[in-house]
């Protein structure tokens, strides 16, 4: 069992920043991939970016890349999400999730993710 708990949410302006931090507990924290999601208002839960358990592998979806920077402390059990000239867009519900470590092709499939954080607000004002 893993437990994961975030932090870091809020209200931001347009082109503010935030930094999203979740904290792992449980099994061996670098046993696993770790992936940030995020739900908007009205719309399904979708993936904002994903690392492996190592950190050498990440991915990002097309709509963040090259403003949201996902990186990880196993030391610490920690993952984090830096996100820098934030949209109103990037409104949503941002969850952290844990998955056994697989097949690069699968890191960015919330299916391959077991367990998941009760969610952080992120709210981006125009």
């Known amino acids: 069992q893993v437990q994961l708990v975030e932090s870091g949410g809020g209200l931001v302006q347009a082109g503010g920043s935030l930094r999203l931090s979740c904290a792992a507990s449980?099994?061996?924290?670098?046993?696993?991939?770790m992936g940030w999601f995020r739900q908007p208002p009205g719309k399904e839960r979708e993936v904002v970016a994903a690392?492996?358990?190592?950190?050498?592998?990440?991915y990002y979806r097309n709509s963040v890349n090259g403003r949201f920077t996902i990186s990880r402390d196993n030391a610490k059990n920690t993952v984090l999400l830096q996100m820098n000239s934030l949209k109103p867009e990037d409104t949503a519900v941002y969850y952290c999730?844990?998955?056994?470590?697989?097949?690069?092709?699968?890191?960015?499939?919330?299916?391959?993710?077991?367990?998941w954080g009760q969610g952080t607000q992120v709210t981006v004002s125009s």
């Open positions: 999730a844990a998955g056994r470590e697989g097949s690069t092709s699968t890191l960015a499939l919330p299916t391959s993710y077991e367990y």
């Open positions: 449980g099994r061996t924290f670098n046993n696993y991939r």
């Open positions: 690392i492996n358990w190592s950190g050498g592998g990440t």
